[in-house]
């Protein structure tokens, strides 16, 4: 069975609802429209320089997510979700330096001084392989929260998972070396509530500077 959801809800009531719900209905699909809006509303994430650090892996159907399966220690929730995406840090981000700057320039909203400068910047912090990596991670994972929080505005569940064999799924799945995995997230309709979970208090997670 397919579904399309098409209510959304204000951002606060959705960070308050969403939670890591890890049993899922196997017999709801998520449409393959579905999730090219969750993750366009994804790509949306700000990003450094904005280079747009990530790329989005769509497992889907019994047989491929049945290959994701011994990668993430079998998991039930890999193959009982609708789909699973993989979030990847893009390590080479600088590449899409032109990509994302010649329009700019073309349209007359940046001068193409101001991109050579830019350009320069982005060149000089990817002799940093360190960099590069922290990166990959922290922009990628801008985008994968995103993700969740579009996917429970259309009323879809999620659950990140961090417990996964990367080097296994980069062999399996044969993903370019440019691209680092930050997480999976699965993705589908709860068959069960969330478990109940604690959040510190914000006094704890909170430190304020005002001189």
């Not at 830019?118 to 990817?126: D, E, H, N, S, T």
């Not at 929260?145 to 659950?159: E, F, H, I, R, S």
């Not at 995995?181 to 704890?204: C, E, F, Q, W, Y």
């Amino acid at each position: 069975m397919t579904t399309n959801v098409t209510n959304t809800k204000d951002v606060f009531t959705v960070i308050n609802e969403r939670s890591s719900v890890r049993k899922y209905n196997p017999s709801i699909e998520i449409s393959e429209n579905e999730l090219k809006e969750i993750i366009e509303a994804a790509g949306k994430a700000p990003s450094a320089w904005n280079l747009q650090h990530w790329h989005f892996v769509v497992i889907k159907g019994d047989k491929a997510q049945n290959r994701l399966l011994p990668i993430a220690y079998n998991q039930k929730q890999i193959v009982e979700a609708s789909a699973v995406i993989a979030v990847l840090g893009d390590l080479e981000a600088n590449k899409n330096t032109d990509a994302v700057y010649n329009p700019l320039v073309e349209a007359g909203y940046m001068t193409a001084e101001v991109k050579e400068t830019l350009a320069g910047q982005i060149a000089g912090a990817y002799e940093n392989r360190q960099y590069a990596r922290d990166a990959a991670f922290s922009n990628a994972s801008l985008a994968a929260m995103q993700l969740m929080l579009a996917a429970k505005a259309k009323g879809w569940d999620t659950c990140a998972i961090g417990g996964f064999n990367a080097e296994q799924f980069v062999n399996e799945f044969n993903i370019p070396k440019r691209y680092i995995p930050v997480m999976l997230i699965t993705i589908g309709k709860a068959a069960a509530p969330a478990h109940k979970s604690n959040r510190l208090p914000i006094d704890a997670i909170t430190t304020w500077i005002e001189n």
